[in-house]
T-cell receptor, first 114, second 113 residues
Framework: DTGVSQDPRHKITKRGQNVTFRCDPI?????LYWYRQTLGQGPEFLTY????????KSRLLSDRFSAERPKGSFSTLEIQRTEQGDSAMYLC????????????FGPGTRLLVL | AQSVTQPDIHITVSEGASLELRCNYS??????LFWYVQSPGQGLQLLLK??????LVQGIKGFEAEFKRSQSSFNLRKPSVHWSDAAEYFC???????????FGKGTRLHILP
């Protein structure tokens, strides 16, 4: 069990640029979640996958955001035309199945949009 | 709508003292309840969870939490804190209709030497 990994750990970009983050879940986990955490707040759900199927997207996820999990393994989160309000920590978590199963979180990708 | 309230943004305790972090939830059915800890530069780590059964739940690192349905609370306790417990603690509740969990805003714990 190598844990959930995320890359990059930090990203600084200029407003209007596109960014892509990667999450590698624990290998046998079929569920993968993306959360966003801003300063002074708890994680807020963005979207999740069951294997390669994206089952739910939060209203927080505007059209500029897209997530994929092409083979049911790693996932990418892309933000197009970044805005300063996108600055946050983006967290990935994975679990074996339903909410009863523990979600294991990665260290996060901290995004700063200038 | 489901929600979680952590009334204390910051808590400061002396090393060796006891700790209680408060969590209140709003949920229409029997909730699943969680406490996570987040240390600087670290991912969120699950301390303990409650689904059913014994309302006193034991977790890792010497933490425990008690589910009180009548008070809609799930407070986290530790009898004697260590300097390494300084971190941010999040209470969470689920599942909502989409099988997700909702986090509170967190309580930052400071430890005095």
């Amino acid at each position: 069990d190598t844990g959930v990994s995320q890359d990059p750990r930090h990203k600084i970009t200029k407003r209007g640029q596109n960014v892509t983050f990667r999450c590698d879940p624990i290998s046998e986990h079929n569920r993968l979640y993306w959360y966003r955490q801003t300063l002074g707040q708890g994680p807020e759900f963005l979207t999740y996958f069951q294997n390669e199927a994206q089952l739910e997207k939060s209203r927080l996820l505007s059209d500029r955001f897209s997530a994929e999990r092409p083979k049911g393994s790693f996932s990418t989160l892309e933000i197009q035309r970044t805005e300063q309000g996108d600055s946050a920590m983006y967290l990935c978590a994975s679990s074996q199945g339903t909410v009863q199963e523990t979600q294991y979180f990665g260290p996060g990708t901290r995004l700063l949009v200038l | 709508a489901q929600s979680v309230t952590q009334p204390d943004i910051h808590i400061t305790v002396s090393e060796g003292a006891s700790l209680e972090l408060r969590c209140n939830y709003s949920y229409g059915a029997t909730p699943y309840l969680f406490w996570y800890v987040q240390s600087p530069g670290q991912g969120l780590q699950l301390l303990l969870k409650y689904f059913s059964g014994d309302t006193l739940v034991q977790g890792i690192k010497g933490f425990e939490a008690e589910f009180k349905r009548s008070q809609s609370s799930f407070n986290l306790r530790k009898p004697s804190v260590h300097w390494s417990d300084a971190a941010e603690y999040f209470c969470a509740v689920g599942p909502n209709r989409d099988d997700k969990i909702i986090f509170g805003k967190g309580t930052r714990l400071h430890i005095l030497p």
